[in-house]
Structures are given as structure tokens and as C-alpha cells.
């Protein structure tokens, strides 16, 4: 329904213009009217109108005003002005205030409904714009926790290079100046897996600061990796402090939410840059398996502190524990990744038959689609588009070995709705056309 207010100081002049409109747009109409500017300027705060007709010269308040005092409070209306001939100069002031167009007395209907259906194809346009630019906000607002965690995981397993990291931490406005690790060991945590790592998630959002950010990884070999961070004007010493608050925090918030469950959690010391990010990781791995107690955590600056030897830097016995964990990490994140590519082929290969898009099958898998197409060509060396088209090309190959299927109706079979689309898509797979090929066919 689109709200249309017709604003003039004549009666008639009202009347005629609803008539028009109500007779001759086949859009469904609310049509309100005002007599003068003020009461044009109540209406329209009251009724919201998409388009209003305003006459210019009007008693009292007079089109140029109630205009600029409408427009000011409700700047996407539209405006068309409704002058006459001697007061053509106040129509282009019009324009200049922000009306959209403007029709001069005695209009012609066909000139009335011509606007009229003009201006509702802008605003269906703008609406179109408008639900599509906030469809897009909020596939972003879903996939900043996504992107968060691959950056976790990027750092953890070392499965994407320095410069993706610094872009993934760059879309998501992360500061990586320095970065302070803490590791959450959870054994056992099977069934608590989902809850616990939800309670981190929720403690990210309590802690939440201007100057402190955070992110974290999923649950992998038993253990989180939450990584805290903050730009050039942050000291490593203030960092590292937020990390021992953060672990007494979270510390709490298990014994709340889990009291039975064991936690361990290690914390590295602050460090600069991608390469700091991943020497505090190694650090809170190890200070987890240091953490003495039911629900405890332990410093690896405190054991460094406290040892006679340095730690984790000349002897490599010290690394195994991350060594270990790191390939862990590594299998079970490749496990996971062929897991859902093997659901999204089979998937494919389920519904070939009719039109499939890569977001469909992203949601299936529960991936953005952004990521799901990364991760498909990685696994598969080819793109989405041209995995689906081979699926395609080859059923219709077996099709093709039928000789009462017409090359048509194997079109429409394999999914494709323009026969000769389907001609040129085979020619560049195969090398030859459909006919070439079924030709082919019949010959051996």
C-alpha cells in the first residue's frame, strides 16, 4: 500500500487528483488530503506518506515552506510540486529544496499517472536497495564470528600465511600491535563442549572495551585458544595484566556454570605481530599443562620468572607438548573441512537436476558462503560453478546413450533451462556439441 497525500487549498483541485489516481494506477493507494501547508505538515508527520503533491501557492503556510519543514523531518519522501505557469520560478526553487519533479496546472491525467507509477517504481527500487544493503549487514554481522575463529585457527595451526591474517584481522578492525594468548584446556569436555565454549563467547561480549579486543578459536584437541589484543598505544605489561583478569574471570565463570568440570588455562606472555600472536599460543599451551588443581591457571611468564633455565626457546623437548598439540589441531581441522565438503558434493550431487547457487549449498553445511567457496576450491581444485557443471555434463552424458531422450528434454534433465546454454556449457567441457557428441555416440 502506498500513502499518497494530495496538499491544496482548492477542494475540487483534490477531488480531481484522487479520482485520477484511484482509476487509473493499478497499484493499491492510501490517499490522504490537506488543505494548506499546515495541515499538510500534521498529516504527513502522521501518516508517513510515500509521495506528496504539494501545491505551491496556498493561503497561510504557503508549498515552498510546508516542504522544506516536511522534507527536513522525512527526507525520502517524494515531492511534486503542482504549479502554475506564473509561478514556474517557485517550482525550480522547489527542485533546489529536494522535490522530485514538479506538474503545472491543469495537468493531463495520463501526465499525473505517468509520475505517479515512475515514482513508486523509485521508491519499490529504494526498498529493493534498502532490504538488500541490510541482508548484506547482517551476513556480515554472522560472519564476523566466523572470520574471528578462523583467525584463531589461522594462528593456532598455521594453516593460512602471514599476509591473509593481517587481512583477516584488518577487516575485522584488530589491532595486532600486541597480542597476549590464553589457552582453555578442557579434558574430558565432550559433553560440555558447546556450553563451555558458548561461556567464552559470553565473557568476550561482558569484557568487551575500547581498548582491549579479543577473539577466539572453536574446540579443538580438547582446548580453546582465546587471544586478546590492542594496538601500538597499549604496553605489553597492561596487555598482560588484562590476559591474568580475563583468566580469573573465566575461571569464575566455570565454577558457576560448570563446577565439576576440570579447566586448565595458560597464559602466554604479550608479544607483537602474527608471529607474536603464535610464540604466546605456544607459551599458554604450555603453561596450561602447568596449572595445578581442579579449576587452576598458570603464567608462563611466572614459570619463566621462577625457572632456573629459559623456556621455550633453546631446548626443543620443551616444544613437544605444542608440537603434538599443533598436528592434532591440524588433523581434526582437515577432518572437519572434508567432512563438509563431502556433505556439499553429496548435496550436489542430489539436486543437480534443478537451479542450484553456492549460498544454498553453504547453508546445508552450515558455512558462509564467502568461506565455503574458499575452502571448496582448496579441496577440490575446482570452483563451485565449474564442480556443478561437471556433475551436470556428465549425467547428461548418460542421458545422451538413450536414444528417445531428446537433447532438449536432457537439458531440462541435468538443470539447465535454455537448451541452447546447455549447448555451449557441454562444447566447452567436452570439445564438441551435444549432437557432435550423441553422433559420437551412435557410431561406436
Not at 505538515?41 to 515552506?65: C, E, T, V, W, Y
Not at 501526465?111 to 544493503?133: F, M, P
Not at 591474517?165 to 563442549?193: F, G, H, K, T, Y
Request: glycine share 4%.
Amino acid at each position: 500500500m502506498y500513502r499518497i497525500l494530495i496538499v491544496d487549498d482548492e477542494a475540487l483541485e483534490r477531488e480531481g487528483m484522487r479520482w485520477i489516481m484511484t482509476n487509473m494506477i493499478k497499484e493499491p493507494l492510501d490517499i490522504i488530503e490537506a488543505e494548506n501547508g499546515r495541515d499538510a505538515i500534521q498529516k504527513a508527520s502522521i501518516h508517513k506518506p510515500h509521495i506528496i503533491f504539494m501545491d505551491i501557492r496556498m493561503p497561510g503556510m504557503d508549498g515552498l515552506l510546508a516542504l522544506r519543514s516536511i522534507k527536513a523531518e522525512s527526507p525520502q519522501v517524494k515531492f511534486v510540486l503542482v504549479t502554475a505557469y506564473d509561478y514556474f520560478d517557485y517550482a525550480q526553487e522547489a527542485l533546489r529544496l529536494g522535490a522530485n519533479d514538479y506538474i503545472v496546472k491543469p495537468a493531463k491525467r495520463q501526465e499525473i499517472t505517468a509520475l505517479v507509477e515512475r515514482l513508486i517504481a523509485d521508491i519499490k527500487q529504494e526498498q529493493e536497495a534498502a532490504e538488500s544493503t541490510k541482508a548484506r549487514e547482517q551476513q556480515l554481522v554472522e560472519l564476523i564470528p566466523l572470520v574471528k575463529s578462523e583467525l584463531a585457527l589461522g594462528l593456532i595451526a598455521e594453516t593460512i600465511d602471514e599476509q591473509e591474517l593481517l587481512s583477516m584481522a584488518d577487516s575485522l578492525q584488530l589491532p595486532l600491535d600486541q597480542v597476549c594468548a590464553l589457552v582453555i584446556a578442557l579434558p574430558d569436555s565432550e559433553l560440555l563442549a558447546k556450553e563451555l565454549v558458548q561461556q567464552v563467547r559470553t565473557l568476550q561480549l561482558q569484557l568487551k572495551s575500547s581498548r582491549y579486543y579479543s577473539f577466539s578459536s572453536t574446540l579443538v584437541n580438547e582446548h580453546i585458544a582465546l587471544f586478546l589484543s590492542g594496538d601500538e598505544s597499549i604496553r605489553s605489561e597492561e596487555l598482560q595484566d588484562e590476559a591474568e583478569r580475563w583468566s580469573s574471570e573465566l575461571i569464575d565463570s566455570f565454577k558457576s556454570c560448570a563446577p565439576q568440570q576440570q579447566v586448565m588455562i595458560g597464559i602466554g606472555s604479550s608479544h607483537e605481530h602474527i608471529q607474536g600472536a603464535r610464540r604466546s599460543y605456544y607459551e599458554a599451551v604450555f603453561a596450561s599443562t602447568t596449572a595445578t588443581g581442579h579449576q587452576a591457571s598458570s603464567s608462563f611468564q611466572h614459570i619463566e620468572h621462577h625457572s632456573p633455565q629459559p623456556l621455550l626457546q633453546n631446548k626443543a623437548e620443551q616444544y613437544a607438548y605444542v608440537q603434538q598439540a599443533i598436528k592434532l589441531i591440524r588433523q581434526e581441522r582437515e577432518q572437519h573441512t572434508y567432512s563438509v565438503i563431502d556433505a556439499a558434493i553429496s548435496y550436489m550431487n542430489r539436486n543437480y537436476k534443478r537451479e542450484l547457487s553456492l549460498e544454498e549449498v553453504a547453508e546445508q553445511v552450515r558455512l558462509n558462503p564467502y568461506y565455503f567457496s574458499k575452502v571448496f576450491k582448496q579441496q577440490t581444485g575446482e570452483t563451485f560453478i565449474d564442480h556443478i557443471t561437471r556433475i551436470r555434463i556428465e549425467h547428461a552424458k548418460r542421458w545422451m546413450s538413450q536414444k528417445d531422450i531428446s537433447l532438449k528434454e536432457i537439458c531440462y534433465l541435468v538443470g539447465y533451462n535454455d537448451p541452447n546454454y546447455f549447448s555451449r556449457v557441454f562444447k566447452k567441457v567436452t570439445g564438441i556439441t551435444p549432437s557432435e557428441y550423441r553422433a559420437k555416440q551412435s557410431s561406436t
